[in-house]
């Protein structure tokens, strides 16, 4: 998961990029980085940290030029604690290309070893965007024999890269001297749309949010398989390079990771989000009689759409139970200390009189491990509740995802080999309701049904890009990021910004 964005401009563009990648923050925490170019030379600043942390003026100054494009990480493969993989990433050969990649790709151990063999081209960090740069810079080279860069070039550059690369990617790459390229897998499982401002600005980015934010107006998503090529010019082709294109959006964007005022596929997240209260309602009506709960109580911040659509529907009064700690900082590691894990509680605190002596129903948008929600479900009744349901805007999450999201292994899914009366003992809920996977395909797909299905493998299973077996999705997730010892210490979701405070 991580957010993308590549702008083509008459006028400066660091502080525009800037700005996105602050829109953008909900999708990765780990490091940023912009790119500016201006003649044919790049600008390149990029660290580990927050946006806010990572540039100064000093830095702002140092960024010149009317195009370039910019990254947040959040790492799931590779090494959180290298610098070095901090995007984007730049090879100077053909002509000088800089990337940035939201995604991860299923086959990159088996790229790896072509480029060394096969195309001689050198990798230096674990990083599967880098091998993903490698390859589209080994492709461009195929496609102009040496020769300028074509509008066509570019674009059968793009289809040697869909035929080789699998898994997800939604990419954009600085070429220069000629523009901005930017394209999406054929299943469209990470987002990328485009707008313009009313100087002419073409911008790209991993949601609509960041062009609202930033005055641009959105004019489409980019589609599954295509690739769009913006020359210095601010002109504009786009080329359909995918044999056997679907739109099969990954679901959990709209469950979680995307923020609510974004518009993604023709569907807008707060909708989704409010569908998905809808079918959840169904769902504990069976388990639990409305008149057994006397208010129900998000957990903060992505749940809230869908349990306002729950209380609204159940007739039952909606409260802000917990108030959710914005700073809690990392844990500093000191001579002779070991690792302090983060409590829950100092995220979150609950709020005693909207518990005390009453029935709740706690909804989240999902439970992964449940630690998290066995420790909130403690906290409810300690703050009084004498009943705790615990109910999930999501279905069980039972697969581990490795399509670019930092999912754990199986074995840490505490859905995974349970029934839900096992977790709910687990949990320690009086009740747990779960969502139903086909439920909640419905909720959000009748938003806009062009969308074919969605990537969903987290809680069904099925990986889409038909290349995953059991014992790859094992290999995968022994790349995962594991980061250093000090990212270690908290990896609960609660830890993040979250969409709706970013």
């Not at 100077?92 to 072509?114: C, D, S």
């Amino acid at each position: 998961m991580c957010g993308i964005v590549g702008v083509v401009s008459t006028a400066p563009v660091n502080q525009l990029i800037y700005d996105a990648l602050l829109l953008l923050q909900h999708r990765g925490q780990d490091a940023a980085g912009i790119v500016t170019q201006e003649g044919r030379k790049f600008f390149m600043h990029k660290a580990k940290g927050m946006v806010r942390d990572v540039f100064r003026t000093r830095n702002m100054r140092a960024l010149p030029g009317t195009i370039g494009l910019g990254q947040v990480r959040y790492p799931t493969a590779g090494n959180a604690s290298s610098e070095e993989e901090a995007q984007p990433f730049y090879v100077n050969a053909p002509f000088g290309i800089v990337m940035v990649h939201n995604g991860n790709l299923t086959n990159a151990k088996q790229l790896r070893g072509e480029l060394a063999d096969t195309d001689h081209r050198h990798t230096n960090t674990e990083s599967d965007s880098e091998v993903l740069l490698n390859v589209l810079a080994h492709e461009l080279a195929r496609a102009t024999s040496g020769a300028p860069l074509q509008s066509e070039d570019v674009f059968k550059a793009v289809r040697a890269v869909h035929k080789r690369v699998k898994g997800s990617y939604a990419v954009i790459a600085l070429i220069a001297g000629y523009g901005l390229l930017a394209f999406r897998d054929p299943f469209g499982i990470r987002p990328l749309c485009m707008g313009r401002g009313a100087d002419g600005t073409v911008m790209l980015a991993s949601e609509s949010v960041a062009l609202e934010g930033t005055t641009q107006v959105l004019d489409r998503d980019v589609a599954p398989g295509e690739a769009v090529f913006v020359h210095t010019d601010g002109r504009v082709e786009t080329q359909q390079c995918a044999e056997n294109p679907h739109l099969n959006p990954c679901v959990f964007e709209y469950v979680y990771l995307a923020r609510p005022d974004s518009v993604m596929d023709g569907i807008s997240v707060y909708q989704a989000r409010l569908n998905m209260g809808e079918t959840l309602a169904k769902r504990v009506i069976s388990t639990v009689p409305p008149s057994e709960i006397d208010a129900i109580i998000p957990i903060p911040e992505s749940s809230r759409p869908s349990a306002m659509q729950l209380a609204q529907l159940l007739g039952i009064p909606y409260r802000e139970g917990f108030v959710k700690n914005r700073y809690v900082g990392r844990t500093f590691i000191m001579p002779g200390q070991g690792v302090r894990k983060k409590s829950v509680r100092q995220k979150l605190n609950a709020i005693g009189s909207e518990f005390k002596g009453r029935k709740v129903l706690l909804v989240d948008d999902s439970i992964v491990r449940g630690t998290t929600s066995k420790e909130i479900v403690q906290m409810a009744r300690d703050a009084g509740a004498v009943k705790v349901y615990l109910a999930s805007a999501a279905p069980p999450v039972r697969h581990p995802n490795v399509y670019g999201i930092d999912m754990p292994t199986r074995s840490e899914l505490v859905a995974h080999g349970r029934t839900v009366e096992e977790i709910r003992q687990l949990i320690g809920a009086d009740a747990l309701i779960y969502q139903d996977v086909e439920a909640m395909k419905q909720a959000v797909g009748k938003i806009n049904r062009k969308v074919e299905g969605f990537e969903a493998s987290c809680f069904d299973g099925v990986y889409i890009t038909g290349d995953i077996s059991d014992e790859e999705v094992t290999a995968l997730n022994e790349g995962r990021n594991r980061g250093g010892e000090e990212e270690q210490e908290d990896t609960s979701r609660l830890s993040l910004p979250n969409a709706q405070e970013a």
